[in-house]
């Protein structure tokens, strides 16, 4: 049997030096110098040893309940995973998004594929029944609408812009927010949040097209709606991922399958709101300001989508992916 206050005498030396140099360390490891680092990891070695023989030899629970807590703590500052900047996370942020969108790629182009069904029968239903429009189109969509019929923009004074951007990344973001839960809906209410988009959208561009400001409405779009509806199917992909893995989750159970794909929906999702949230500055600052010609218009459109192709089909190529380890 160990000889408890025997044993507490010769180790206790260590025990306390450990709890200086930890209350040091707990803050941050650059408190402590390189002679003192080497102690720290030497104390912590002794301390885990002496752990152990009290859980083997010991019978009291105070002294086992103090070594195993001053172990547990100096355990998780020499084996914590070192801060990143800021910067440096956020670029790891969007890299893992970049590999997550190819990898659920197959998902984004379902939503975009919903989008422009549900969008080519609204245009060919309201082409067959001008009525068609008043049964889809909200209320509060009406004014909208006739505005962009008139093929006119008013430039939009600062404080106006500034609060469109508030507007529409609340408003937008909501939205992703909304159609990308759609995997706790089996998908279903994601498929209707892209019937809806893509219902109005249609019933849009036939109204405007009848009037002959299709390239009004097309050239006012595009510059934000790029990356705004780009981050919508990003996110909805994120929603779809989800729902796949509780429809067809193969051998695991269905919390097996929701926790794998969970890295990737939750990418998805993130990275569908960070893009909403900037379409929504370009939308409120640019697209509809008449100033602004329609050529330098279609240059940012033409642009941006170029610069997020690029993005998602090259970003974090060859780079480990934190996102799976």
Request: charged share 15%.
């Amino acid at each position: 049997m160990m000889k408890e206050q025997e044993f507490v005498a010769q180790r206790s030396k260590d025990w306390d030096r450990l709890q200086q140099l930890l209350h040091r360390a707990e803050t941050s490891l650059r408190g402590l110098r390189g002679a003192e680092l080497v102690e720290f990891s030497r104390l912590h070695r002794r301390v885990s040893g002496d752990l152990a023989a009290v859980r083997t030899q010991g019978t009291n629970p105070s002294l086992l309940a103090f070594l195993n807590d001053l172990v547990a703590r100096s355990a998780a500052v020499l084996y914590a995973h070192p801060r990143k900047p800021p910067f440096a996370a956020a670029r790891d942020l969007a890299l893992d998004a970049a590999r997550a969108v190819r990898r659920r790629y197959g998902f984004i182009l379902f939503a975009i594929g919903v989008t422009v069904l549900f969008g080519a029968a609204a245009w060919f239903l309201t082409a067959a029944d001008p009525r068609f429009v008043d049964v889809v189109v909200p209320p509060d969509f009406r004014a909208s609408l006739e505005h962009w019929k008139t093929g006119q923009f008013e430039d939009t004074p600062i404080e106006g812009s500034i609060a469109g951007t508030a507007f529409y990344i609340a408003n937008n973001t909501i939205a992703t927010i909304l159609v990308a839960a759609g995997g706790m809906t089996f998908g279903l209410s994601a498929l209707y949040a892209l019937f809806q988009n893509g219902v109005i959208l249609g019933v849009f561009l036939h109204e405007v097209q009848g009037v002959g400001a299709l390239g009004h409405f097309v050239t006012g779009v595009l510059p934000h709606g790029v990356t705004e509806l780009g981050g919508v199917f990003v996110g909805a992909g994120g929603g779809f991922t989800l729902a796949w893995a509780m429809i067809n989750p193969g051998r695991k159970s269905i919390a097996a399958s929701l926790r794998d794909a969970g890295k990737d929906a939750a990418l998805l999702i993130a990275m569908g709101i960070i893009m909403i949230w900037i379409a929504a500055p370009i939308e409120a600052w640019f697209s509809f300001q008449a100033s602004v010609p329609p050529a330098a218009k279609q240059a940012v459109a033409i642009l941006t989508f170029i610069l997020w192709m690029v993005f998602f089909s090259l970003a974090g190529r060859g780079e480990p992916d934190a996102s799976q380890q």
